[in-house]
Each structure stands twice: as C-alpha cells, then as structure tokens.
C-alpha cells in the first residue's frame, strides 16, 4: 500500500519541485531610447494580475515563473513582450517612442490628433510634473506662470477663492473674459473649483488660437481649457496609492513700517488730535504697543489626504480616488473643508469597435468666510483692523461699551470688529457633482459614431448671521440687534456632444472628417430670505427660533424673502476636415453655427469658422542631417464667438432685447409700474477674430526644444452702454460698439542642460508679451473715463499728475493739462490719459528641474511686468487726515517742515491736502508700480530606489516639500502685489509650506 502510495505521489511531488524552481526574480532597468531612464512604466505578467511599476531610476523587480511573458508598457512608448527562460535573471529593456501614442495626448478641439499632424496652438501640462502634490486649494492656481498668455490673478487669500484667469489679453469690456473650462467633456463653472480635487487630474491642455477655438464656437472666444482626469490602465494589476500632506500658511511681509504706540501718540499730540492730544510724555512712553495683526491674522494648518485605487483587465480599466482636504486660512474666520470621491471606468469590445467610459466625481466642501473684505467697512473688515487700527488700544479694552457708547470714534475700530468676530458667522456648504460619460461604435469602416454626455451640479447653502448680542447694532443705531440671511442656490448643467466621424489614410495621404451637434441647457432655482432682529432669549443659529413677528408698531422685523428662477440654453452643429499629406502638410478647417436664447430671433444664431494649415520643414528631405529634430510652421485664423455679453455667469442679462418694468410706490403711495429697461432687438454675439503664426522646433538631439507663436486678436461688436434720451427717465441703452485689440506674442523654451541616465537638469522660461488697443468709442469725444479712447490701451487710468512737494512751504504740487506746474489743479481739465493700465505688459515664469538618483528639485519663478494699481493702503497710512484714528506710516515723521524742505512727504497740515481728491487719491501719486518676481513654486523631494524597497510589499515611496509663494521681489510696498485691480485692505494671498509622503503597493 505504502509503495502504490510512493508511486502515485512522486511525480506530483516532482512537478510541484519544478514549479518551485521554475519561479524566479526578474529584475532591471527600463530607458527611453536616448537611454534616459523610464519611471512608472507598467511591467505586468501577461495573463495574471502580478504587476509592478519602475522606480525613479527606471528599476523594476518582480517574481514571475520561466515561459511567462513580461509586458512593460508606457505612454508614448512601444509595448515590449518578453519571454522568461530559465537563465534570465537581469533583463534591461529600451523601449522606443510610439508616434501614434504620442498623438494622443495633443488635444484638438472635440477629438486628438498626433503631434505631427497638429496646426494649433496648445500646451499640455502633465499634472505629475506642474500640479501634483501642491498645497493649493484650487486647482486653477497652480497653472499661474505655467502657459504663455496665460494670466491668472488670485486677489483672496480665503482658502480655494476663485481665480480670474484671461488668455492672450482682455477681449471683452463688459462681457465674459475667462476661458472655456472642460472636465472630461464636462463644461464646468470657471469660477468654482473649490470643491474639486487637483490631486485627481491628469493633465490639462490649454487651447489659444482659433484654430483649436472656433469649433467650440458661442464658449471659445477667452479659449479653451480642457482638464483630463486620471483612469486605470489595460492589464494593470490593482495599485494602491495613499498621498499624505501636512503644511502652514502665513502672511507675506509688507513694506508700510507703520509706527508704534509711541510715535502714534507723539504725532496725535503734535497735532492736537486723537487720544494723543490730551496726554503728557510719560504717559504715551507707558502706553501699550499691540499689533492687530497678530491679532486677526494667524498662521494656518493645512492636511491633505488622498488614497486612490486603479486597476485594469483586458478590456476594461477603473480608477477611484478619495479625498480629504483641510485648510485654516490665514485670516482668521476663514477655511475651507472639504471631501472628494471619484471614479472613472473606460472599457472595449472583444472586437474593440465599441468603447466607453465614464467620469464621475461627487464632492462635498463646507468653508467659513469673512465677508466685506476689500472694503472700508470699519465694522465689517477684519483685514482693515488688522492693517490699520491703532496699536495702543488692545483686546483689554473690550467689553467697555458704556464707554464707547459714549466717546466711540473711529480708533475704536478694533474693539468693534473684535466683536464682531465673537457674533459673526458666514458659512458655505456645496455638493458638487460633475459627471460624464461617453461611448463611440464603429459602425463601417473608417466611420465612428460619437456621443458625449454630461452634467455639472452644484447645490449651495450658505447661512449669515450676526447674533443678537452684539454691539455693532448698538453703536449703528439699529432697531434691534442680530439678523439672519440664508440662501439656497441650485445650478444645473447639461451638455451633450453628438458626432459622426471619418478617418482613413491611404498612401501619403489621411483624412478626418467630422460632423457634430451640441445641446447645452441650464437650471439655476435660487431662494434665501434676511430676517432682521432676533430675541437673544430664544435664538439658535440657522433656526427660526428667536425672530421676532412682525408689529403694527414697526415693519422691521418683516422678513425679506428672495427668489430667482433663470434658464438658459443653447444649440449647436458644425464640421470639420482636417488632411494631411505625407505627414509633411496639414489643412484644417472648422465651421460651427450657434444659437443663444439671449437674443432676437433675427440675431439669434451666429456662425464661426477656422482655417489652420502647417509645414513639417523637418520631415523634408533637404533637412536630412541639420541639426533640427523638429521644425514646424503653423498658421491659423478664424473666428469665436462671445454670447455672454455681461460677463457674470451664463444666465446674466437673458432678456437685453425686452421691455422691462419695475413696479413701486406712485401717486399717493399706490402700487405702480415704471418703465426699467428700453429693448434692443438688435443686440448680437460678441465676435473675436484671431490670427496666429507660430513655429515649433527641437535643436541639438532636441536638447532644445520651444515655439514662438505671434498673434493679433480683434473684437468686434463690443457689447456697452451708450447714451440715449432721458425722455422715459432711462439714459443708456445696451448696443454692440467698438472694437478691441490683443496683439502679442507666446514663447516657451526648455533647454537640457545635462540629460544622462544618473542625471538631468533642465532649465525652462515661459513668455508672453501683450498689448491692447480701444477702437470706436461709442460717444463724439472718442472716449469714456474707466474704460480708455481711441487708439489707446483698455482700462487706462484717467489722472491728474502729481509731481512732489513744493519746499517753500510744503503743498503738494501737480500738473496742469498742459504741463504747467500748480497746486490746485482742475479735476474736470487737468487730467490726462497716463498710458497705465492694471494689465501686465510681460508675464510668464522662468526656472529649472533637476533629478539625480531619485532627488529632485523643482522652482517655478513667476513675473509680471508693466503693471500699475493704485495703492490705497499706502494711501491710507499715510493721509494726515486719519492721524488720530488709525495707524499711520512712519513715512510720515519725514513729513515737510521749515527745517525739512528737502522731502518727498507733504507738510501734515499742506494748505492743498484735499487737491484732486482726497491727499492726492485723483492724482497719480498712489498709483505705483506692481512689477514683480516671485518664486511661486519650490519642490524638493526624494523618490526611492526600487532596490530599497524589495520584499517589503512596497512598489513606490517618496517624500517631498513644496513651497508657494515663497519669495517676492518688487517695489509693491503691500502684503500682496498680485492684483487685477486696485487693493484696499484685501484679503493677501499666504505663504504655504508643506510636507509630504507619497506610497504605492
């Protein structure tokens, strides 16, 4: 029995010997085909779900048995197959460049093109190299200095505040200016990114000319930028990665040296005002120096976390991510926090004519903040008590309201808004959802049908209070104390892109054909109410509890409800052909007609068209052997269209061309109508037409590589207001008039400057160079003050010019029109156009990245150049008229005096203080230079090498510090010298530091 057992089991137990000794480790390293070393290239068994990913270096190790086959694939590589035999142990691959990958990540309009067949102008940026890991909120903020002609403004420091983001230029007065934004086929809110996480993007590519615009039509005249979010890969094993970060914000330096408790005092009693006047020496040497600005300032704690799943089989691929983000801002009362979830699947056919996928991410945001920042509410703006209150007055003196109810002045401005920190709530919370989903069928050859849905949901619910116990009221005289306002807002979007397209190539030659629709429709429901008084007895936050009903006494306590019911819509269908001979010439056209419900039927659709062609000069014969890799010669002009002619969102002015009332009290009191709005069945699209030149070239095995694109830019039919009898008691009436002009040029250049398998440092500068130019200003003196004139550059500030000080007795002194020099100059003729604007003449970035072994080091430098804002906080700390109420620069102990003649300050008690406005505020003499240089980003960062980690379950770790907004240089004496308008005590954006850890397995 044990001998018939013997023999039965033997041979099994000699398979099972083999199998064992077939298993084996397979290691090595993974290059590019000039030999620089591949990270994060797939390499999976084929057959199994054992994979595992290359490390910085390129290295991979991975258990597989002997017959198996290896698959390493990467984007815009070959996949590479291997077999394992018995012997292998080491097996190093180079992979080569995949062209038709590589096109894939070219972005042209509704669909990809390859490189080499692209005749638009377009940046993508990889998300893992530019955005990946930053500590900012809001995703549009990091894409600051990264595009040429991409201008991005953030004015708050309020956690995941919106951004005004302009490309190429203004080319809208009162219209939309901002890009078209896309998230995965999604048509999303520009100016609401709060609640989305960057962390789960891709890449994003920025559209410029018209060649990549005009088919998007009535949404691409500002350009188009199209953000890709990440997915799975086909044969990918499940991967886990968790990223976690930790960081601080704090408050950027300022250049005011605002003076102490002591000079403060000294100079109110020098001029007999303030608290100061009624004081002797000792008692302003022992007076307390507090600064507000530790006060309502803080520094605040960032932490972020994001895990994310993604896996892949033969024919389906899935990614999902979840999301915690936390930031205090540096303001106090401000922060914003948030969860993210998203999941997204992509998958094929065993005969792969049909595909799919879908995009879905649902996010959750709650966030608190100060409101009337950027205002001279001395009740309301917490940045105004930290930058200007008075420093010997401090927290101690709070509560003494009897006191202040009886000697209030404006000093004690500190103490009112300390209270209405301890009563004052503004809360935010959002659900968002952006969602898509697509499919395509080959139904004949060379012949696909298309189609691509989505929506983009935000609800919003935001509760303002100030409770009942406050002061504020008290001092303002007000009926009762405490109100509460909520608002419920609800927007819906819907987009539906349908296409039928044609692509086929045969010989030298290739077409792509295509014909679309595209519906868009959107929902906004808005309802709130304010309820003034509340019964401090009674009252909870966000509850009815504590109103107090309405009286026969007094209509205060009546509760103001709102309501807004607004929808909007708009229809689309348009072509295009786009050939290509011998991958040397390209010829692309586009026609696309769209239909807006904002105006007349007679106006209602506008048509938009393109022309974009190209030359390889690199692909001819005669550059065999120049030292040029690629060399490319783009042209392109066409036309968009702008239909959201007023700018704020796409259901602003939906009924221009009607007749509107409002209704009111008439005669004796009596419910009446009145005429509000004279309809203009005229009104049409806005129409920008852009010429674009551009060439793109790769020098010296590409070491050099960067394009030059110039470009001319003109909007017509500029929508405003112009003039018109007052005879039914309205005086303008909306028109299409004027023209605007952008011309410019783009430059973006990287050069290699050590590029071997250890190490690569390279260096990049980013570029734009822009001017404007008003045309046909709607009235006879062929301009309008606050927006410019004819034949000069748009928003050009309008001023009287200042010129100094007088030294004989210390006035100010300005410029007549004519260039005479006077005191008291005429604010209706003495002022003259500048040449200024608040838009900078050059903008882009400059830096280098460097790796060697797996530590890296990134810098991004951010620049501005010609820009000019008017600097009303200087102005505010150094106007004599406020000495005695709020603090003052030290500026101004070198005010003129009989025995300090020689001086840019104006005497204290100047006989023309008040000429051309209040201290000058008419004049140019606070209208100063906000140029600038600011390192915007620095990364530092360690990613270990696989050797490191083998047998510990871990295929990647990595730890990094990152930095933002970490060094300014300019002349701007503010907090903040980012600003596309002038700044008053506006909410400055911080410096965050941030430390991370990043793992897979």
Known sequence: MRSKLTRMLTPLLVLCVSFAFAQKTVSGNVTDSSGIPLPGVAVVVVGTSTGTQTDFDGNYSITVNVGQVLRFSYLGQKT??????????????????????????????????????????????SADESIKNRPNASVVQTLA???????????????????????????????????????????????????????????????KDAGATAIYGNRGANGVIVIKTRTGNFDQALQINYTGIAGFSALPGNDYDLMNSQEQLSIEKLLNTGRGAGLSDAEILAAPTFDWVDFFIRDGLTQNHTMTFSSGSAKATQFTSIGFFDQQGVLVDSDL??????????????????????NLTINYSVSNSP????????????????????????????????????????????????????TFDNREEEV??????????????????????????????????????????????????????????????????TSLTYDNQWGKHSLNVGAYTEYFKAHLRNFGFRQNGLDPRTFAAGDDAGWIVDNSENDF??????????????????????????????????????????FAESNRYGTFWSVAGRWNISNESFMDGSVFNVLKLRASIGTAGNQRITGTSVFSAPDLTRSLFGTGPGYRGQ???????????????????????????????????????????????????????????????????????NRGVDFNLNYDVIRNKDMKFTLNFVGNYNETELQDIPNDEGEIIGIGRNGGILDEYFR????????????????????????????????????????????????????????????????????????????????????????????????????????????????NLNAAGQAGVSSDRFLLSADYVRLRFLAIGYNFPQKFLEGTGIKKLGIFFNGENVLTITKWRGFDVEGLTSQQNEYPTPRILSLGFEIGI
């Open 671 to 741: 419910n009446a109508l009145f005429l509000t709005q004279i309809p203009n069945t005229t009104l049409r699209w806005e129409t920008v037409k852009q010429t674009n030149i551009g060439v793109d070239f790769e020098v010296f095995d590409s070491r050099l590589r960067g394009s030059v694109d110039v470009y001319e830019k003109e909007t017509t039919d500029l929508f405003q207001s112009t003039p018109v009898s007052a005879i039914n008691a309205v005086t303008t009436l909306n028109a299409n008039t004027g023209s605007l002009f």
């Open 800 to 911: 009287v010019r200042y010129v100094g000080v007088n030294p004989a007795n210390g006035n100010l002194l300005f410029l007549d029109a004519d260039g005479n020099v006077t005191e008291n100059p005429n604010l209706d003729t003495d002022a003259v156009w500048t040449g200024k604007n608040p838009y900078p003449d050059w903008l882009g970035s400059f830096g280098f990245n460097f790796d060697w072994k797996g530590f890296y080091v990134q810098t991004q430098f951010n620049y501005a150049l010609g820009i000019d804002n008017l600097d009303f906080d200087y102005y505010g700390r150094v106007n004599p008229n406020t000495i005695g109420q709020f603090r003052t620069s030290r500026d101004l102990l070198n005010a003129w005096t009989p025995n300090n003649r020689v001086t840019s300050v104006p005497s204290l008690t100047a006989a």
């Open 337 to 358: 926090k948030r969860f993210n979830f998203r999941n997204n699947v992509t998958g094929k056919s065993e005969d792969e004519r049909f595909n799919y996928g879908t």
């Open 432 to 497: 968002r959802i952006v969602a898509s989903a697509n499919a395509s069928y080959e139904v004949a050859k060379n012949l696909r049908a298309n189609v691509v849905g989505s929506m983009d949901y935000i609800s919003e619910f935001v509760t303002t209070l100030e409770a009942p116990e406050n002061w504020n009221d008290f001092f303002f005289g007000a009926a009762y104390n405490g109100r509460q306002t909520q608002q419920s807002n609800r927007v819906f979007t819907y987009n539906q892109v």
């Open 145 to 207: 200095g990264q595009v040429a002609g991409l201008n991005i403004t953030t004015t708050s420091g309020q956690p995941g505040a919106n951004s005004q983001v302009q490309l190429r230029g203004v080319n809208s007065i009162n219209g939309n200016t901002e890009p078209l934004f896309i998230i995965d086929g999604a048509p999303v809110d520009e100016d609401n990114f709060r609640s989305l996480n960057p962390q789960d993007i891709q890449s994003i590519s920025v559209l």
């Open 371 to 422: 409101n009337s920042v950027g205002t001279g509410a001395i009740n309301r703006n917490y940045l105004l008590g930290a930058n200007q209150s008075v420093t010997y007055i401090t927290p101690d003196d709070y509560p003494g309201s009897e006191l202040l109810a009886q000697n209030w002045t404006f000093a004690d401005t500190p103490l009112l808004l300390l209270d209405y920190l301890n």
């Open 557 to 598: 306590f009546v509760p103001q409800p709102n309501a807004t019911k607004r929808d909007a819509g708009l229809f689309s269908y348009f072509g295009q052909a786009d050939y290509d001979f011998d991958e040397k010439y390209g010829l692309v056209g586009t026609v696309r007609r769209d239909a807006s419900y904002r």
């Open 80 to 125: 590479v197959n291997r077999t394992i035999s018995a012997s292998t142990s080491t097996m190093n691959i180079q992979m080569e460049d995949d062209a038709e990958q590589l096109s894939e990540v070219v972005v042209q309009g509704y669909r990809t093109a390859p490189k080499t067949k692209s005749a638009i102008a377009q940046v993508t940026i």
